[in-house]
Nanobody, 126 residues
Framework: QVQLVESGGGLVQPGGSLEFVCKAS????????IGWFRQVPGKGREAVSC????????YYADSVKGRFTISRNEAKNTAYLKMNSLRSEDTGVYYC???????????????????WGAGTLITVSS
């Protein structure tokens, strides 16, 4: 059984930083992509950032490029999302996701992920 266990999130002031951690268990090999989607109030679900555990590919939404950094620890089946310069429009529920796909760019083209975490709320507010 595949599980995605998330940690991080919370309340932060504009311009502040947070880090998400997502640990995957139950996946048999490294042929998968892991990352985060978010549900922002008044908008649909959107991909934030993804990283391949198989190859050196990463995806970032245009809205977070230069502010967010995704990384991985293959030995621990864990991904990290460092979020800097947070803005009020980053407020929302963030979901760790995983998909059996070799390239992280799969997140750009579909939200049909194979596995979803429970979701964590980020509130960016002064």
């Amino acid at each position: 059984q595949v599980q995605l266990v998330e940690s991080g999130g919370g309340l932060v002031q504009p311009g502040g930083s947070l880090e998400f951690v997502c640990k995957a268990s139950g996946l048999i090999d490294d042929e998968y992509t892991i990352g985060w989607f978010r549900q922002v109030p008044g908008k649909g679900r959107e991909a934030v950032s993804c990283i391949s555990m198989y190859e050196d590919s990463q995806y970032y939404a245009d809205s977070v490029k230069g502010r967010f950094t995704i990384s991985r620890n293959e030995a621990k089946n864990t991904a990290y999302l460092k979020m800097n310069s947070l803005r009020s429009e980053d407020t929302g529920v963030y979901y760790c996701v995983a998909k059996v796909a070799l390239s992280a760019y799969v997140c750009e083209y579909t939200d049909d992920m194979d596995f979803w975490g429970a979701g964590t709320l980020i509130t960016v507010s002064s």
